[in-house]
Structure formats: structure tokens, C-alpha cells
């Protein structure tokens, strides 16, 4: 007797290298390599950008200007890809992300800079929500862990070679030739990506009809999200200067935000209901917690242990090693997803409470590299669990919606950790003394949102 067939996808042999899944296995990890050499390298050379232009006080912003365009974008795209397929998003999302990055280097003041961080945000957010459209429908269900695995894994090179080169780069022609250097490498994502976004599901969704399916309503409650969450950081960032209109500005920002997310998550995840709507949450609770501290590093090794560019990028490359242990590894366990996603947390608050003791002072920076390690191995052992149940949990028609609904939360939940970060930088000041209480504060508060995330783990059950 034959096992029976997934109900969402067909019967196809096993292993995402197989000539049927080959060409689509290749053009994803090259996107998303492009992709992590970015991600990589902006963060190291981060510091010297906020040095050169005279913007050090937004940094947070910068950071989160790309999250917050790119939550808009992860909106766009779900509803798109739901409709008309992912590859149309997949390769103007491709063509966006270069033109930020060239739009980048050539910025000659922080306005431009931060211009350029949104049009790389609406690119990045509208080519990976449509890379979770393309693994739900052209892998079968029991190879999909493998899929995303890979995808941890195509941050290997860049984690690898990618700090060290950006700070190479940075130290000795600049950080705009950082920008510069990646453009050239769509050329051949695009060449890649011609042929892998012709194949598809042999069983198309029919088209969905909830709440979330509603293009100008969706595309509304996107536009509230990425505005409320600007000006709730907008308001944050200025309360030490004029408290009243900046409260008020924050108290207008989070009532846009509540009025997006209820719209934009599935129904019942801002009230923590079991099932896809906190797991679609989880997702926002590890990104929070881990790029609220790992935007701060490069920071606080450069500023407060005299860290040249490179050695301070070493810390980040650790991080996403260990996330690509922690993918491998949750691939190749049976164990209950709860289980897995509260290890995954448990793991990443260990290692932000590790990476405090980095700016203390008589203890090495160092110390940040083993911390990043297990962070990093948390994240990917429980971010990559909640991205496969997430999944499994959606029906075929709302595979869009809820892809976009994960990425929702994972860049809302960094851009307010990352901006609340930044403007806690800017209150506590700018001296060498002054960074090292502000990273231990906003490790702090991190620690406690991934702390929380392994209360919470089981209500993904």
C-alpha cells in the first residue's frame, strides 16, 4: 500500500537537489547569499557610516528604515504572490534591493543614506516573502525543513568571508565600495533565477477569501504598520528632548501599529491565541530579542573595546555560523516543535546575557564570540522550527498571507527593538562609558524578550 499524498503539494522524490527542484534549489540560495552579504557587511561597516555622515544618532534608525520598509513591502508581495504567483515580487524585489545598495554608496548625507536603506528595505522584504511562497509551493511538506535549512546555510560564505571583507574594504578603500561591490552580483542571481521561477506547484491554491486577502485593506494596514512604527520610534527618539509632543507622537504611532497587525496577523495573534497565530508572534520575539543586541556590537567592540572594522565583524560572522548549526540541526530532530522553538529561545537568551559581560571592563570583548555562537545556534534551531510549522499550520491559499504575516512580525519586531535601542543610545550619550551602559541596557531588555519567548513556546502547540 503507497503512503498517501500531501494534501497541499504532490508526491515528489525526496531531496531539494533533485533534477526536479535543482534549478529553483539554486536560484533561492543565490538570492539569499546576495542577500546575507548585505546583511553582513552593512552591519560591520555600520559605525564608519554614522562617523563619515555625521549621524550617529541614527543609527538605530538606519537599521530599522530597512525593517520598517521592508515590513511594508513583506505585505505587497504576500498579496501579490497569492494572486499572480511569487515570481514577478521575486525578481523586482531583486532589482529593488541592488538599486538601494548602489543608491547607498553613492549616499553624501545621512538623509540619502537613509533613502536608500528603504529602497533596499522594499526590495529584501518583497524578494523574501516571495522565496517562502516559492518553498511552499514547489517542495513537498517533508522536505521543506531541508529547504529552509539551506537557506541558513547559504549564510555560511557570507558569515565566513563577509565581515572580514567589509571591514577590509571599509578599512582601506571605504564603506561605500562595501554597496558597491554587491551590485554586480544580481547579474548572475538574475541569469540563476530565469529559469527557477518558471517551474511551480502542479497544484495552484485557489485563490483565498478571508479578511487578509483583501489587497486595498491589506495594502491600508501595511501602510498604518510602516508608518505608526516610524513614528512610534520617531516619538521614542525625541522624548528626552521635548517629552509632551513626543509622547503624544508615540502614544499616534502605536495606535496606527495595533490598527495594522490586527489586521495584517493572523486572527487572534496580538492575544496570544494557540496555534499559527502565536507562532506567526514566536517569530517577532526572536528577531527582537537577537538584532536588538546584534546591531549594537559592531558599536559597542569599535567604540568601547577599540575594535578595528574587521576584528569587530568577527562577532557577527560567529552568529550566523551558529544560526546555520542550529537550522542543520532542527532538521534532523523529530522532537515537538514547541520544544524545539523553547530550546531555540532559551538558547538565544543565554547568549545575549553571555555578550554583556563584552563591554565590562578588565573582560576581553571577545567574550562576545562565544555569546554570538549560541545566540546565533538558538536562532537557528527556533526560528527555522516556527517558519516549517507556520506552514504546515496554513491552508494552500493563505500560504501568502501567512508568509508575509511571519515576516510582518519578524521586522516589526527588530525595527522596535533596534530603534528603541538606538534612541536609549542617544539618552544615555554618545562616550565610550555612555555606549557600554546603553548596550548593557538594551541586552538587558533583550534578554528578557527572548526569556519570554520560552514561556510562550508551548502555545504554538
Partial sequence: MTAPKALDTPMKPPGIFNPAYRAATLGILLVV??????????????????????????????FSAFLIASLFMNVVAGLWSDRRGYPAPFLAGVVLFAAGMALAGAAS???????????????????????????????PMDIRPKAFAAIS???????????????????????????????????????MLVPALRMGSEHEAEPATGPRSRPVAMTLAATATAGGAGLLLYGVDGLHRDAM??????AAGLALVVFGLYR????????????????????????????????????????????DTTSAGIALTTGALGWSAGAYLQARHSTEAHKRIRLG????????????????????????????????????YGITTVNVTALKQSPLNEQGANSAALSVSDQFGSALSVGIGGALVNVIGHAP????????????????IAFSGTLLAGRTR
Avoid at 571599509?170 to 548572475?188: A, C, E, N, Q, S
Fill in 264 to 307: 495584517l496577523l493572523p486572527p487572534g495573534a496580538l492575544l496570544l491565541r494557540r496555534g499559527l497565530p502565536t507562532t506567526v508572534l514566536m517569530r517577532g520575539f526572536f528577531s527582537a530579542s537577537f538584532f536588538g543586541v546584534n546591531s549594537f556590537i559592531p558599536l559597542a567592540l569599535q567604540e568601547v573595546k577599540e575594535f
Fill in 245 to 250: 509632543p513626543a509622547a503624544l507622537e508615540s
Fill in 433 to 448: 562609558s555612555q555606549i557600554a551602559t546603553g548596550f548593557l541596557v538594551i541586552s538587558g531588555l533583550m534578554a528578557a
Fill in 33 to 62: 547569499t546576495l542577500i546575507a552579504f548585505e546583511g553582513m557587511s552593512v552591519g560591520v561597516v555600520m559605525p564608519s557610516i554614522a562617523d563619515e555622515l555625521n549621524a550617529l544618532d541614527l543609527y538605530g534608525i538606519s
Fill in 109 to 139: 548625507n545621512a538623509g540619502m543614506f537613509l533613502l536608500a536603506r528603504v529602497v533596499q528595505g522594499l526590495g529584501g522584504g518583497a524578494a523574501i516573502v516571495a522565496l517562502y511562497v516559492m518553498i511552499a509551493r514547489v517542495y
Fill in 345 to 380: 529561545a532559551g538558547c538565544v537568551t543565554a547568549g545575549i546575557l553571555v555578550s554583556l559581560l563584552s563591554v565590562l571592563p578588565g573582560v576581553t570583548g571577545w567574550v562576545a564570540v562565544p555569546a554570538w555562537i549560541i545566540a546565533g545556534l538558538g536562532m537557528g
Fill in 153 to 191: 546555510a547559504a549564510w555560511v560564505v557570507p558569515a565566513m568571508v563577509g565581515p572580514s571583507v567589509a571591514g577590509f574594504v571599509g578599512d582601506t578603500w571605504g564603506w561605500r565600495y562595501v554597496f558597491y561591490g554587491i551590485v554586480p552580483l544580481v547579474v548572475p542571481a538574475l541569469v
